[in-house]
């Protein structure tokens, strides 16, 4: 038979030949005689398709019932199975990869899954887990107790009921001490300083304005000695790492006082990125920046920078990214800032501006970061929120606004050395 020239635009979707007839597939393409007879026809939809997969009670069906029903690909065959029979460790994207019966069976040499604190395991996975000697359930960690006469291994749970503790440097659990047996002896540690560690300070740059920073740090499982060495090896003189009780496993990162301008260009900015790149994080922590007290020329300037920072409370703490219990602003002590300055009270160290110390007040509102920009920011404002305050008038108070937020902008545009905080300030107007 001789085609029309209307039934030559026909073509297949499957082979490309022009066609008279097309047929609907499963996958909604229109495919000629030829290739719908070579094609299964699926179960579900009754529709041919290329590719129709076999289920456990379902028939064959194509990917779109399958899905419809709810039903996903076995990770070692192509039967389809529904969800929850599944060993929910097996990899990674979503949906979770499952297992088949026949092949759980191969696999495993049984049926069953093996149960821990929150997962279950397939005979395969659950080798490279251990066994709790306390509730026989599997681990996903080494957790075998150490630094005392106990040999017996715990899941974190037991352990913890058990008095133990997680090893500052790795997940083994101990009784007593810092270090499991394997760490304690590394001289890494030794350069982790108690909380209450206050060295001479070496000051760094041209002052009187300093600024001293404490950087809290979270370090990753198995990662404290390579983060404890590169960091004291790229400060040298310039810090020191302490202890923190905020930080998990980690440390605090604690300069000398140093200029602004000699920070920017002289703190070791590239240590950030390599922490960074082992996995370390200033997740739910945070940045601390001392300004020396004789940055101020008087105490009338310490009030108008403490009143600058508590009025404008919500732009300081969007700066910070940080809303934060241990960094607080509130009402009463915006009021009292007078009494604080004249030495008439002492507020708690907590708030947004500790005055406690005796040679410094220290600006705790910002959030812990690895990104040289962020903390660069953070030097920034300090810096450039006391040299803002520091001339302030009572007419441009009251009459030209100076306390507002957008005055203190529009004076950080006329000072270039300023740049890391107008880019931040930028950045952060455009997440809006």
């Known amino acids: 038979m001789t085609l029309s020239a ?53 028939g064959d069906v194509c990917v779109t019932c399958a899905n419809s029903i709810g039903l996903y690909p076995c990770v070692d065959c192509p039967t389809l199975i529904a969800d929850g029979d599944t060993c929910n460790v097996h990899s990674a994207p979503q949906p979770a990869s499952f297992v088949c019966d026949d092949c759980r069976s191969r696999r495993t040499g049984e049926t069953a899954f093996h149960a821990t604190n929150d997962r279950e395991l397939c005979g395969v996975c ?22 005392s006469d106990i040999t ?54 041209i002052g009187p304005r300093y600024l001293g920073m404490e950087l809290e740090i979270n370090v990753p499982r198995g990662e404290l000695a390579s983060c404890v060495d590169g960091a004291i090896g790229a400060l040298g003189e310039l810090g020191y790492l302490k202890e923190d009780g905020s930080i998990a496993r980690g440390f605090e990162l604690v300069t000398h006082p140093m200029s602004y301008r000699w920070a920017l260009d002289s703190f070791p900015w590239q240590l950030l990125a390599d922490l960074q790149a082992k996995g370390c994080t200033g997740d739910g922590i945070g940045l601390h920046v001392h300004i020396s007290r004789a940055a101020f020329a008087d105490s009338f300037h310490i009030y108008r920078w403490m009143k600058f920072i508590y009025r404008n409370a919500s732009d300081v703490q969007r700066l910070a990214r940080r809303h934060s219990s241990y960094a607080a602003f509130n009402d009463r002590e915006r009021v009292l800032v007078k009494e604080t300055c004249k030495g008439e009270r002492i507020p708690p160290r907590s708030l947004a501006i500790n005055t406690q110390p005796e040679d410094t007040l220290e600006l705790r509102v910002f959030a812990s970061s690895l990104y040289a920009g962020e903390v660069q920011a953070a030097l920034a404002f300090a810096d450039a929120s006391v040299s803002y305050t520091r001339d302030l008038t009572i007419s441009d108070l009251a009459q030209r606004g100076a306390w507002n937020w957008d005055s203190f902008t529009r004076w950080l545009l006329t000072r270039p050395k300023y740049s890391p905080l107008t880019r931040e300030l930028e950045s952060l107007a455009c997440a809006c």
């Open 6 to 58: 209307d039934q030559l635009t026909l073509r297949c979707d499957c082979c490309s030949i022009p066609t008279s007839q097309r047929h609907r597939t499963a996958a909604g393409q229109k495919a000629c005689s030829t290739c719908v007879e070579a094609m299964p026809s699926c179960d579900g939809c009754d529709l041919p398709t290329a590719s129709a997969l076999p289920s456990d009670d379902h």
């Open 126 to 147: 659950v080798e490279a887990y251990h066994l709790c000697d306390n509730c026989s359930l599997f681990d996903e960690y080494n957790t075998a107790a150490e630094n």
């Open 152 to 205: 017996q291994a715990f899941c974190y749970p037991c352990g913890r009921d058990h008095g133990y503790y997680e090893c500052r440097s790795c997940e083994r659990l101990i009784n007593h001490g810092d270090y499991c047996v394997t760490h304690i002896d590394n001289a890494a540690y030794d350069s982790i300083h108690s909380y209450d560690f206050k060295p001479e300070p070496i000051f760094h740059g």
